[in-house]
């Protein structure tokens, strides 16, 4: 039925939690799922190397690398481990040819620049969650990624990040949940899920 949510993909930000979120994706033929390290996790391992990632990357449900980027906002990682950690993201994309799902909060400088050296561009992507400038979306458009918005657009003191979305080629532009934080208006404040996204 038009205007239906017919599928879903389950974002991995952690390898310890992986397993589930593979499995929901094999259990489910409306989810996939992507593989990758939040660059803010809790989880107190090691930065995963390229092999690791691309252990998990051989399912047919995995569609994508990520969630990986650049967090400077939260500064619960050091910035250098962060780059690292991306890097390897980067490379473990372009070595199994799977697009790349991409945080940035006040690090657009850096994440532009770790893109465009480790020619991101091989595999494209999506800049989830967006509430950078124009400048970095632009940047962004021109390595082959999308700019993903969440419900923060829709919320009433999101003036500039609107001004930014009238700008996105229609080609370009997707919207998302983010489930479950950041639900959109009308639905803000309660837990968000999958279907508010036609908001």
Request: some cysteine; hydrophobic content about 40%; glycine content about 4%.
């Amino acid at each position: 039925i038009q205007g239906q949510l017919r599928h879903m993909l389950c974002v991995s930000v952690d390898l310890e939690s992986f397993p589930i979120v593979l499995a929901t994706a094999e259990k489910y033929p409306n989810v996939s799922a992507s593989v990758g390290v939040h660059p803010n996790t809790e989880s107190k391992v090691e930065d995963p190397s390229v092999e690791q990632i691309l252990m998990h990357c051989d399912s047919d449900v995995v569609v994508a690398v990520g969630e990986t980027g650049l967090d400077y906002y939260r500064n619960d990682e050091a910035p250098e481990s962060q780059k690292s950690r991306l890097r390897n993201h980067i490379n473990a994309a372009k070595e199994c040819n799977k697009p790349l799902i991409i945080h940035c909060r006040d690090a657009a400088r850096d994440m532009i620049e770790i893109l465009r050296n480790e020619q991101a561009e091989q595999v494209g992507g999506v800049m989830h969650c967006f509430v950078e400038d124009w400048e970095t979306a632009k940047a962004a458009i021109d390595l082959g990624f999308y700019i993903s918005f969440s419900g923060i657009v829709t919320f009433k003191n999101a003036t500039e990040l609107k001004e930014v979305a009238k700008k996105i080629p229609a080609n370009r532009l997707l919207v998302e949940t983010d489930s479950p934080w950041l639900a959109p208006v009308p639905e803000r404040g309660k837990e968000n899920e999958p279907a508010y996204v036609r908001h």
